[in-house]
Structures are given as structure tokens and as C-alpha cells.
């Protein structure tokens, strides 16, 4: 009902540029693996607190790219399927 009373010009099925975004999930998933990699690596040889934070927060970059891939993943299959 309140999808009538639009004002905006945004069509009603736009939809997220899936291509792009699995792109961008793509590469924070890289970028995290390496990243988290490096960090582990200084935090075991340095033994110091910021690295293992570091690497904690590149698991948590890489943790939410897959769960973002994923999704993407059920996206694209659920329009396949329509």
C-alpha cells in the first residue's frame, strides 16, 4: 500500500548491482586472508597486543565478505529460479 504513494523517481524493483558488489566482497575477502595473514605473523614474532587486534579485525573483515557472498549467492539463484 505505502509503495503507491511514492514521490521519488527510484523504480519499485531496483535492485543492489549484484555484479558489483560480489566484486567488492571479492576482494575484502583477498584483502582480509592477506591482511590477517600478516598480522598473525607480526604478532607472533613481535608478541605484541595491536597485531593480534589487527588480525582480529581482518578475520572480522573476512567473516562478514563471505556471509556477504553467500547472500549474494542466494540472490542470484532466487532470480534464476523466477
Given at each position: ?9 527510484e523504480p519499485v524493483t531496483a535492485r543492489s548491482p549484484l ?54 549467492r542466494r540472490r542470484s539463484r532466487a532470480q534464476r529460479d523466477?
Amino acid at each position: 500500500m505505502w509503495l503507491r504513494n511514492r514521490q521519488g523517481t527510484e523504480p519499485v524493483t531496483a535492485r543492489s548491482p549484484l555484479r558489483v558488489r560480489r566484486i567488492m566482497s571479492l576482494v575484502a575477502l583477498a584483502f582480509g586472508l592477506v591482511a590477517g595473514v600478516f598480522f598473525v605473523v607480526l604478532a607472533v614474532r613481535t608478541g605484541e597486543e595491536v597485531w593480534r587486534w589487527e588480525a582480529a579485525i581482518a578475520a572480522a573483515v573476512v567473516v562478514i565478505a563471505v556471509i556477504d557472498l553467500l547472500v549474494l549467492r542466494r540472490r542470484s539463484r532466487a532470480q534464476r529460479d523466477d
